[in-house]
């Protein structure tokens, strides 16, 4: 299948970042998928595999991503992403790991069961908001569920503004609702855990052949685990990204994202009598106020302090990782000088 460059997403935004060598000697490509050694990617011309350039490697890739490729496939450089959806990688590392590039609209995925979380919910709304990314959420296995509304109503209360689906998504009329949130040339990606329908939704969208388990129809977990990630085009001319189930979604610093999911408390706060107030049990405290008129649910309270005291920490190791790097290279330019120097005598 050939794919024009509009009909791949390509905009203003991008070919901005290209000079008259870059339109003149380079093609440029649309992520679809990430391998070990390699690329795949779309273009005008079709799938090309790529090859990373010495300075890269395919973990600086994401799907969704557009580079320039020279005549021997091979890629130029990543063009600046209009937004990326990233976490921090396993490990005590500060590295993060990118999910997936220029996506429009994510669709916060968990069902209508035991796997709906609210912390881990507010994770990918947190997540979403701070990349600048629309999120929608969708419930699956709203025929198998007693009462979906109630599910609907946690989801909705999580954040009055974001579009709540609730569905079935092996019915296709049911899954038809989403097209509403993603137009032509737009990306969507679908995140959450194992098991939620990610690979049931991408088949009925995109009508691509990824296989599910289908046997454990009944079961909350589900147990087959997508491994690839890829960019599908879906019929209305938007394309969709797929991501592997994950159980632990760790944040990198995320402030601007709790700031938005968590507006209501922030504001709120502002009311409190002391600056530094910890919504404990100090006098005056418009928080505690809430939610002792019952207007704020004491566990939403408890949930923003975890995420804030997470992305405290996070901060304090990026800035300590900046520090030994730093204080390294002093080490090194001193190594280099007093060597130098000796040399001299
Ligand atoms: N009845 C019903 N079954 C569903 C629904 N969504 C998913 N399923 C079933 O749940 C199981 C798991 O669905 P998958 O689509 O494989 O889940 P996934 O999110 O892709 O899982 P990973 O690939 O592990 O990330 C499959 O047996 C699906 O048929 C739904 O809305 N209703
Ligand atoms: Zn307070």
Redesign the pocket.
Known sequence: MIYTLSDLGWSAFFSMQLDVEDLESFTPMRISEVQRATVTALSEKGATTLTTPPDMTTADLAVGDWVLADSNNRIVRCLERRTVLERRAAGTDVQNQLIAANVDTLFI?T?CNDDFNEARLERYLVLAHDAGIQPVMVL?????ASDPDSYIRRAQSLSADMPVIA????DPEDVNQLFDWWRKGQTAALL??????????TNMLAGADIS??????DDSK?R???TARSLYPVSNGSWLI?T??MRALRLHSVSEGISSVFADLEELAQNCRFRDCSHGKEPGCAIQKAIAEGVLDAARLQRWQKLEEEDARNEETIAESRKRQRDFKRMTKRIITESKTRKGR
């Open positions: 995925t069902s699956t296995k709203a025929d198998l569905l079935n998504a092996k959450g855990s194992s098991g939620v329908g990610k690979s049931t939704l599910t388990a289908g046997i454990r129809d589900g087959h685990t997508t797929d592997p189930g």
